[in-house]
């Protein structure tokens, strides 16, 4: 059985945690890299004020929420700078060794 915290005033949720949600949706939909960082750093800044709040502040999952979206966020846009810059110097070897620079990089050879 869990026990529920009665207290006289009504629990209010986190107006950092809300920030964080949203920012971590809009990683996803128009602001990539700048919606993560604003989500990650909302969140951690919420679930402190939930935890210094003793009760009062409520919105946790929203937070958590919102980390997970801005960490997910972080992660996908390193991956695919990683691709793009795979991609790039794939792109650049093949110029190097097919055109007019294989004569000058095999005399080095």
């Known amino acids: 059985m869990t026990e ?50 003793y009760g009062r502040f409520g919105g946790e999952r929203l937070a958590n929420a919102g980390l997970i979206l801005g960490w997910v966020g972080i992660g996908l846009g390193l991956l695919s700078l990683c691709l793009v810059l795979l991609a790039i110097m794939g792109a650049f070897s093949g110029i190097a060794f097919c055109g007019p620079l294989s004569d000058l990089i095999n005399s080095y050879r």
């Open 4 to 53: 529920q915290k009665y207290s006289s005033q009504e629990q209010v949720i986190s107006a950092w945690s809300i920030i964080s949600l949203i920012s971590g949706i809009a990683n996803f939909v128009g602001f990539p890299f700048w919606g993560a960082l604003v989500a990650i750093i909302t969140g951690y800044v919420a679930k402190s004020e939930i935890a210094k709040g």
